[in-house]
């Protein structure tokens, strides 16, 4: 069968944020760090620039953002894995790196694929009458970071250490850690009544594992819990989940699958998690199963897919070849009990030709060549004092752009992308095209805007709210315009181009 994905049209490419050579991108999977480097892999189909069975994709960077492609990782094929190898993560145990990795099985997956992995030209409607689906937990080792083997004895975790009540079909996601010298995995599910879990494992060697806890929220906070993330900062423990079908309220959970931020406290022992605050992490369009690492200079730094599920895909309908990304690495850090997040300090190397000024009245529209571009940061601080409204518009061309307000009379900033010609449907709800998020705009705003071509990343306050968003641009509109109904003052403005 031939590839489709082997003619790549670079026109959406970013300049700084991880894609996939060819192909389709999903899932961040196994970030870690091992013999001196960063490893970032992720969920990829090579055959087509949409889902198809999975396989770990591999990169390898020594500073989280200019990143080198290996060869793929895992590739599903045996019979715990046959038809994917799901999301996991990565850890260093003695001199190996070990990937643990859900094994999935699709009984159904087997008339829509030939063994080969590779879609069917055609499939008819032919169903099984017994579709079968289930997953495990498995495991891949590497002494070289680059040639992984899975383990002989896998799965790790079969479908019979799965607690009553919870479906063999949605387990999975593996996350591992060490805490003095023992091994522990958080692993996303769903209950029979359909809602989300994280369920937790102990291990002494990383490779027999217990069952030690679960955690949920019940049925407001979604039906299935993917890709868990945990670990420690400032005496916290901090649990990220990517919770499917959340239902929407208000401006919180707009997307259909959200991701959210459980701050507590674990116990080892026990495995119980009690949560003291709950937050959405990023209120955009694009932002999904997250992971994160401490860095060597210790810092927690997070990576998400930039892109939802359940939305038309732009990139696979005008036949690209390639279609995912990932977000810019962000630090994390927690403010008086709060997750915040700001661009990780290594963009300050690829920053050059800054650009930098104040206006003291703006009232109307602000049209300036030196902040056109669309590979670029912009940070601005502004006060609406004597404002109704402030907006900032992105990628502009004759036709198109992508709108940020700022509305003093809602207390609200809304990002709008409807304004484009290959505008990005969600096949769930009918003209879905705006974020909104409450500001006080009595205040001062800060604002850091990371622009890669066809994305934009929003961090406002410090990083208190972060939207992200996915834009494409038939007119490949450069041009920024700033207008203001009322007087708008802007302190600061400064932009460097990013290369």
């Not at 102990?202 to 027999?208: F, L, P, R, Y």
Request: with cysteine; hydrophobic share 35%; proline share 3%.
């Amino acid at each position: 069968m031939t590839i489709k994905t082997a003619t790549i049209n670079k026109t959406y490419r970013h300049h700084y944020h991880l894609m996939p050579e060819r192909g389709w991108m999903n899932d961040p999977n196994g970030f870690s760090y091992f013999n001196e480097q960063y490893h970032l892999f992720y969920q990829h189909y090579p055959y087509d620039t949409v889902w198809g069975p999975m396989h770990w994709a591999h990169a390898v960077s020594k500073d989280l953002i200019k990143w080198e492609h290996k060869e793929i990782a895992l590739k599903p094929g045996e019979p715990y894995d046959k038809n994917g190898v799901f999301s996991g993560s990565g850890i260093q145990v003695g001199n190996e790196h070990w990937l643990y990795y859900t094994g999935h099985i699709d009984s159904q997956m087997d008339i829509l694929y030939g063994k080969d992995l590779k879609r069917k030209t055609s499939v008819g409607e032919t169903h099984e009458a017994n579709h079968y689906i289930r997953q495990v937990q498995c495991l891949a080792k590497s002494v070289d970071g680059e040639n992984y083997h899975k383990y002989e004895y896998n799965p790790v975790i079969s479908s019979e250490q799965v607690p009553s009540g919870i479906r063999i079909e949605d387990f999975r996601d593996p996350k591992v850690w060490i805490q003095n010298g023992t091994f522990y995995m958080a692993v996303g599910a769903k209950s029979k009544e359909n809602i989300g879990y994280v369920l937790f494992y102990t291990s002494i060697d990383g490779v027999k594992w217990e069952y030690l806890n679960q955690l949920t929220l019940g049925k407001n906070y979604g039906t299935v819990w993917e890709c868990p993330d945990i670990f420690e900062m400032d005496g916290k423990h901090v649990l990220l989940i990517s919770s499917q079908e959340i239902p929407r309220v208000g401006n919180h959970f707009e997307n259909l699958h959200s991701t959210l931020a459980l701050i507590g406290t674990f116990n080892y022992t026990t495995g119980k998690f009690s949560i003291e605050h709950t937050q959405e992490i990023d209120n955009g369009f694009d932002f999904y199963a997250p992971q994160s690492i401490l860095t060597k200079e210790g810092k927690r730094v997070m990576i998400a897919w930039m892109n939802m599920w359940d939305t038309n895909y732009p990139l696979h309908e005008l036949g690209h070849g390639w279609n995912g990304s990932m977000t810019f690495p962000r630090e994390l850090l927690l403010k008086e009990g709060k997750l915040i997040q700001k661009p990780y300090q290594a963009i300050e190397t690829y920053q050059k030709n800054q650009v930098s000024f104040s206006i003291e009245t703006l009232d109307g529209v602000f049209d300036d060549s030196r902040l056109y571009g669309y590979s670029q940061q912009i940070n601005v601080q502004f006060n609406m004092q004597n404002s109704q409204k402030f907006t900032m518009e992105f990628f502009k061309g004759e036709h198109e752009g992508l709108l940020l307000t700022f509305d003093k009379d809602r207390n609200e900033v809304i990002l709008d992308r409807r304004n484009s010609e290959y505008v990005i449907e969600n096949l769930t709800a009918k003209n879905d095209y705006t974020r909104c998020q409450s500001i006080d705009l009595s205040k001062p705003v800060d604002l850091i805007i990371l622009l890669d071509v066809s994305s934009i990343e929003i961090f406002i306050n410090d990083g208190e709210q972060v939207l992200t968003s996915l834009f494409f641009s038939k007119e490949l509109g450069e041009r920024v315009l700033l207008s203001s109904e009322g007087t708008t003052i802007i302190d600061q403005l400064t932009k460097w181009e990013i290369a």
